[in-house]
């Protein structure tokens, strides 16, 4: 007890002195006192024309056939699109063994079973070759997953999945307005999630959505979501005070001090949940969450700061285009190009994260840790998010050896840093790269 105080004090002491400390949530800064009350005037409420005006947006932006379906997470957005394809006990549904543990436990929860599929190296999206490999008779979805940005090379599964007349779910969570030969994630599946998730492309703070091509299956998507009740409203006044909390204190100036002090209040204080964190352990057909029911609907409040973003979209892309190149620029002046996946020089990505191995990741994470919270750096793990004990969400050590080989090497660098840090976090990042390019050239000398 004694040694955990002591490693805490020391711990809130080095992030309360840091001066320059970027978070990997790109906050609402445009937000202002007005929109704040109008996500406060939403609170706890029903806004049917409001979803309908978003719904369109997405649509349209993403290039959809059809209307989406809004839920409280992507997570709930999966799990009704399990439940409309009948999926359940005796049902096999392939994940990549580089994902969240809420995507294990929504399948879970169906009763149905995970199993994982290798990631590919060179997109850290879902390998073609590996989920050929796991499909089987009991085989009842397969999900294609698009990290980062970078889209899955997957032509082969879809191809395979037609054939054998097996539906396929696109998780595109973590990449949004990316293509790939012309076509944009999430329009080539039977179905497609996104979330809205804070850490992700489009920040709600929370929330997610569904497409569905089958328009019966579509049909029972929109009765599950119209029987699923609302986050309750205490949750909800929360995190609407969450957004204006992130969007005054999420800076690099401010973040570690403040998370110095939010982990002081962690130990001296019981807080209610404020995020949709019920997953981190394996979940079962009948399990319960004592805060708020699973699935949810998604918040106004949520559906108007995705609205908001949405209208942002077009010149958030060029950003977040532009500072990729800028960072690759960055290594390849450090002659570290070659660290980075090819996939990344591409025109067609939008970028979430610049995501990268290294043989020593750890020392370059340390050495990032100073200026960037690398306690977000996915994927370490093939599960992240979740359980120490993989086995919970029936994965079986050794199935997904790349994946588990890219966790004890992965960076991450955020991409979708605002414009007013990004001159800032490059002039840092030089500094490291500078650093750690003359000590892998010294290595290199000294073998």
């Not at 806004?47 to 379906?69: C, F, I, R």
């Not at 590919?120 to 089987?136: E, I, R």
């Not at 119209?226 to 204006?244: D, Y």
């Not at 001296?268 to 399990?287: C, I, N, Q, R, V």
């Amino acid at each position: 007890m004694k040694k955990t105080m002591i490693h805490m004090f020391f711990k809130v002491l080095r992030l309360f002195n840091k001066r320059f400390f970027v978070p990997f949530v790109c906050a609402h800064f445009y937000l202002t006192k007005v929109q704040h009350n109008r996500l406060k005037q939403l609170c706890g409420i029903e806004n049917k024309e409001l979803e309908s005006e978003l719904n369109a947006h997405l649509q349209s932006t993403l290039q959809m056939d059809g209307p989406p379906v809004l839920f409280a997470s992507a997570r709930m957005a999966f799990y009704a699109g399990l439940l409309a394809y009948g999926i359940g006990p005796g049902d096999e549904v392939i994940l990549t063994g580089f994902t969240c543990a809420v995507m294990c436990n929504a399948v879970l929860r169906t009763g149905a079973t995970p199993v994982y599929a290798d990631v590919n190296g060179g997109t850290f999206g879902t390998d073609a070759t590996a989920v050929l490999g796991c499909v089987s008779a009991r085989t009842k979805l397969i999900v294609v997953q698009h990290s980062f940005g970078i889209p899955a090379d997957a032509d082969a599964i879809f191809k395979a999945a037609e054939q054998r007349q097996i539906p396929v779910l696109e998780d595109c969570a973590i990449s949004v307005g990316s293509t790939r030969q012309n076509q944009m994630v999430g329009t080539i599946g039977d179905m497609a999630i996104f979330s809205f998730d804070h850490s992700k492309p489009l920040n709600g703070l929370v929330g997610g959505a569904i497409f569905v091509k089958d328009k019966a299956r579509f049909q029972r998507v929109c009765e599950i979501q119209a029987q699923s009740p609302s986050l309750p409203m205490a949750m909800q006044t929360r995190q609407i005070k969450q957004v204006w909390h992130e969007r005054r204190l999420y800076h690099p100036g401010l973040y570690g001090p403040l998370l110095a002090f939010n982990l002081i209040k962690s130990v001296l204080l019981k807080s209610k949940p404020l995020f949709l964190s019920e997953d981190g352990d394996g979940a079962t057909p009948t399990t319960q969450n004592e805060f708020y029911s699973y699935p949810s609907k998604m918040p106004a409040y949520a559906m108007q700061l995705v609205l908001w973003e949405l209208q942002r979209w077009p010149e958030t892309q060029l950003i977040r285009k532009r500072f990729l190149t800028e960072l690759l620029s960055l290594f390849d002046r450090h002659q570290l190009g070659g660290l980075i996946q090819e996939a990344y020089r591409s025109p067609d990505i939008v970028p979430l994260r610049l995501a990268f191995c290294v043989h020593d990741g750890g020392n370059l994470k340390r050495r990032l840790g100073r200026f960037i919270d690398m306690g977000w750096n996915w994927f370490e793990r093939p599960i992240i998010a979740g359980n120490k004990d993989l086995s919970v969400f029936a994965y079986v050590p050794g199935s997904c050896p790349v994946a588990e080989a890219i966790g004890h090497t992965i960076v991450n660098i955020p991409c979708h840093v605002h414009k007013r840090f990004q001159k800032s976090l490059l002039k840092t990042l030089d500094w490291v790269l500078c650093h750690y390019a003359n000590d892998v050239r010294s290595d290199t000398d000294l073998r």
